[in-house]
């Protein structure tokens, strides 16, 4: 078991979360989709740590940072989903498009 | 094949098989259980990383926290939209961008691959050394946006008052 076997695990659990991004239409899949980014970033970050030769908790410190961007991310995007729910009983995101050129 | 392998393999399949399972799932609460499967899977392989703090963390933050705010939003918002909810129509076309991106990072990764080093753990003194002392300042910004992000949740959430 070496950095690359994680390397590659990372890679491909950050594919699966662009597919879900990219293919999902309800609003609340695409933000699970998107922890799978953000925790292929960690894993990535981690492995890193471990095998790295100097300054690991550098390593760990920043994992700690994308944890909490992704729990305030969660909070707010979850709040906007239940107003669009409200507004518009729907969280289809191809229907939300009063923003698109 | 050493014991360390047979669990980082086993562990990485339950973590791709239930994203894999996330990002095809009909029913969206299935798939907010497939992901709470995934990410303690990923907590797995933070152990295995030596990463004792961080596995916990992953577990109570995402087990904990996230995937039941997920759970509450699926609930506040109908289920039965989700039944009947499909993928796009350039789902074809996202198949081939993720698949770029894999080949891509991947390639990269085993091309540019460093030299075998061996894993060594963090303690936890330095941990929060690095947290407290070197990384204070972000530290402290980060607690600053949990606070907006808590308080703008509630503001965007909260019913219209009646004027």
């Known amino acids: ?15 699966i979360g662009i ?4 293919a999902r239409r309800s609003a609340v899949l695409i933000l699970l989709s998107l922890e799978l980014m953000l925790n292929a970033v960690n894993i990535n970050l981690i492995a890193f740590a471990a095998y790295g030769q100097q300054a690991q908790a550098t390593g760990q410190i920043i994992a700690i940072f994308v ?11 979850m709040a906007i989903i239940l107003r669009l729910f409200r507004d518009r009983a729907s969280v289809d995101v191809d229907e939300v498009d009063l923003m698109k050129w | 094949m050493s014991l360390s392998l047979v669990v980082f393999y086993l562990l990485g399949a339950i973590c791709l098989g239930g994203a894999v399972g996330v990002v095809v799932s009909r029913n969206v609460v299935y798939a907010a259980l497939l992901l709470l499967v995934s990410l303690i899977a990923v907590a797995g392989l933070y152990l295995l990383l030596l990463a ?8 109570l933050i995402y087990g904990g926290a996230i995937t039941i705010v997920v759970l509450f939003v699926i609930m506040l918002t109908r289920v039965q ?4 909810m499909t993928d796009n129509p350039q789902w074809p076309l996202a198949i081939v961008t993720s698949l770029a991106v894999f080949a891509l ?3 990269a990764m085993i ?9 060594q753990s963090v303690d936890f003194q330095e941990l929060g050394d690095g947290l407290f002392a070197q990384w204070a300042v972000p530290f402290e910004v980060a607690s600053l946006v949990l606070l907006v992000a808590l308080i703008g949740a509630i503001v965007i959430a909260r019913e219209k008052e009646i004027e």
Not at chain 1, 19 to 22: A, C, E, F, Q, T
Not at chain 1, 67 to 77: F, K, P, R
Not at chain 2, 81 to 84: D, G, K, S
């Open chain 2, 52 to 59: 004792e703090f961080l596995a916990l963390v992953q577990l």
């Open chain 2, 111 to 119: 091309k540019g691959a460093p030299s075998e080093t061996t894993r």
């Open chain 1, 1 to 15: 078991m070496s950095l690359i076997h994680f390397q590659v695990l990372s890679a491909a659990l950050f594919s």
């Open chain 1, 67 to 77: 944890i909490t961007v992704a729990a305030a991310e969660v909070g707010l995007a």
């Open chain 2, 105 to 107: 990072l991947a390639a």
């Open chain 1, 19 to 22: 597919y879900g991004v990219l």
């Open chain 2, 81 to 84: 939209e989700f039944r009947a």
